[in-house]
């Protein structure tokens, strides 16, 4: 079946402009994850999502990145009036019902830059 | 929360065994180790998971001691396209995935 997809697959805009970042998880999998990942660097948690609710989304940066999800499946991060510091790959997981243990499939990313 | 330090760089030759060890001192009781590769441009993705003593797949095998602190991930006969860069993940109450262990595979 079909893996995570995730779109754009890269971004330019320019400081101050809002972005909209989508995933779209495999079929079934109740639970997502983003992460954002800036060059050389480590994955960064950001949310976490079971079905359309958020229980922790404790790694937003700050009350310009909000995300959702919608019927249990497709989700947008939204970044707001972005900032040069938001470049990274944005990456979105899921995984079958968020058990901790589970395997977690990514998509490939989507690369953002703020000029 | 359960934290994870691995080295930050590892070099190896094609044909050779490679070690890469991860300490998670504080793991809790009910916490898998699992380990993650990533190639450039590339999402991670799972390469393999244990609980305790050794766990073997077609890709690498994994060591986990009984005080379960550490573990070693271990890739038989490494070739080029084993350079990535592998994520040890405890998964406690936070998805942490760290800076993982660049490895660079040589002819």
């Known amino acids: 079946g079909a893996g995570v997809s995730q779109s754009p697959s890269n971004k330019v805009t320019e400081k101050g402009k809002d972005v909209e970042l989508r995933c779209d998880p495999i079929?079934?999998?109740?639970?997502l994850y983003w992460y954002r990942q800036s060059l050389g660097q480590g994955l960064e948690f950001l949310i976490y999502?079971?079905?359309?609710?958020?229980?922790?989304k404790s790694g937003l940066p700050s009350d310009r990145f909000s995300a959702e999800r919608t019927g249990g499946s497709v989700s947008t991060l939204t970044i707001q009036r972005t900032q040069q510091e938001d470049s990274a790959v944005y990456l979105c997981?899921?995984?079958?019902?968020?058990?901790?243990?589970?395997?977690?499939?990514f998509g490939p990313g989507t690369r953002l830059l703020v000029l | 929360l359960a934290k994870t330090t691995q080295p930050i760089s590892m070099d190896s030759y094609e044909g050779q065994e490679v070690n890469i060890t991860c300490s998670h001192n504080?793991?809790?009781?009910?916490?898998?180790i699992t380990w993650y590769q990533q190639f450039p441009s590339q999402g991670p993705r799972f390469i393999i998971q244990g609980y305790k003593t050794k766990v073997t797949n077609e890709v690498a095998s994994l060591f986990i001691p009984a005080d379960r602190k550490s573990s070693t991930l271990s890739l038989p006969r490494v070739s080029l396209s084993d350079t990535a860069v592998y994520y040890c993940?405890?998964?406690?109450?936070?998805?942490?995935f760290g800076s993982g262990t660049r490895l660079s595979i040589r002819p």
């Open positions: 504080n793991i809790a009781t009910n916490d898998y």
């Open positions: 079929s079934g999998h109740t639970a």
């Open positions: 999502f079971q079905g359309n609710s958020a229980p922790d």
């Open positions: 997981a899921s995984s079958l019902q968020g058990a901790k243990q589970e395997t977690q499939y």
């Open positions: 993940l405890v998964d406690a109450s936070k998805i942490i």
